[in-house]
């Protein structure tokens, strides 16, 4: 059979494997100006059956695209995303989407012009590149509609700021990434000093973490927060700290301590140490809300102040750190591992737990396999962050901002078994960061 065919046949099987997962009447909808209650809140997750589906269906209508379509127009369609990027930023920076909600949802390419004041001709052609995505959709000639994605754009809490943060400080950045692979001085670098961003957008040696924490750029921290929320229902899900019961839980590195808060609304028995520089923990102190004040005066949860270079002052059950590791370089990850596991030393039976983005491929094919003739989807591999091209996307984002190394699942065990650990067991979440649980080796 022709891959065509067999592709045809995978996405057919796994697209009716996938609606017989929504109750009836749930299925998905792409017109109507509403979001799909099964998709697309972040505060739930899709069954993970169906989560798995979206993302075999996801891999293989991109081998569809790439099969059918002559490479002269693949690889220049790839070159021309940045129109689609830019497209995006205009449309929030335009408030199109709140302009065309005022309207009554639907509207004449003339009037949303008028009410965005700006060209007709040339908002049509940036609306244009994005109902080919179908966010909004042309319902007749030059007059647009709301469609459920463009709606996740209006909206005071829409999508909106995050979008304008990654199609312009985002895309500007990302455009240092060649220079930063080719560049002698950067190649192999990851310090924030010398990142995308500093070559790229500052120019003057300020670094991001500078840039957010500068008070004129206030609006930067929040949203960090908003891209907080596309992996923080499935850390509290997906994870079973339920199961960890009274376990007193140690938050190395725990910055402003929302995750840690959110963890221990949700298991109140749960105790925790937030460990981090006095400074910062002047902030998390700040931030624990009244329903977990009684947690503080009882001592259920503490503030720590401790170098993670150091040797590690607490005890506890459950070491755990999120977004920390890949700050590093893999000298300094061992740095830090080794202290944490001379610690664990103190409490018998307790676990380190990893809370990252790994580095994901999208498809590995065994040479000797039938591959020429399987659907790609057969040959994700799991130990790794979910839906790998938006997982690495990540990677990159993170990168040309922050610098720092992002790992694939095979980097943490290396250098885990270089510090005396080893991986007990991995989670693979619903979305594209992942928990890697180890214990002493
Ligand atoms: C990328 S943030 C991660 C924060 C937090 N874990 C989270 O998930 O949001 C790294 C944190 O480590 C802290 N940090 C940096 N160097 C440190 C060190 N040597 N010892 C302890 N904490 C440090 C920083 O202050 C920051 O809050």
Known sequence: MSL???LADTLSQNLRRLDSQFPDGTSPHLWDARPCPALDDVRQLPPQEAFDLIDKIRVDLKAVEALIVPSHFRLVELGLLQYKVAALNTVVSLDVANALTELGGQASLHDLAVKVQTNEHKLGKVLRMLTAEYIFQEVSKDVFKHSRHSIALSGSKGASSFMSFITDL???AALGISNDLRLPETR????EKTAPFVKEVSKDGTTFFEYMMNPDNAEMVTLANDGVQLTRCALLTDYP??????ATVIDVGCGAGDSGID???KYP???????DFDHVLKTVKENIPDELQQNVNDGSIQFVQQDYFQPNASRGDVWYLRGVLHEYTDEDVVKILTHLAAAMHETP???????EVFVASPVIMPATSSFSTSAPSDYIPRKQSALADMANAMTWST????????RSYAEYQDLLNQSGLKVSRFYRFRTFTVMLECELA
Not at 270 to 275: I, N
């Open 4 to 6: 065509l065919l067999t």
């Open 269 to 275: 028995r749960l105790k925790w140490t937030f460990q």
């Open 241 to 246: 700290w339920g199961d960890l019961g009274d």
């Open 263 to 265: 963890v221990m609304k």
């Open 399 to 406: 990168f040309s901002l922050f610098g720092g190394k992002e």
């Open 188 to 191: 192999d670098s990851f310090s």
């Open 170 to 172: 985002g895309m500007r």
């Open 349 to 355: 039976g307790s676990r380190m737990i990893i809370n």
